[in-house]
């Protein structure tokens, strides 16, 4: 259990220092500016939510984890 931990805390520490270059992926790829996904502006603050974006990275994740399974 410990390594899993340590092994977690490494891959998140590596997605935070790539998170720079992945965000500009993304971007690109258009994902998390799905149709469906909130998003309430007004004069001084700005609220997004990307419920649609947030079901489709589930379904895929859940769809690997249930291949890899198998």
Do not use: T
Request: charged content about 15%; aromatic content about 12%.
């Amino acid at each position: 259990m410990a390594r899993l931990i340590i092994f977690a805390g490494i891959v998140l520490v590596i997605v935070g220092l790539c998170w720079p270059l992945l965000g500009g992926l993304i971007d690109r790829l258009g994902f998390g500016r799905l149709p469906g996904d909130i998003i309430v502006e007004s004069e001084r603050s700005k609220f997004f939510f990307p419920i649609v974006s947030c079901l489709v990275l589930s379904s895929v994740v859940s769809l690997l984890f249930w291949m890899i399974q198998k």
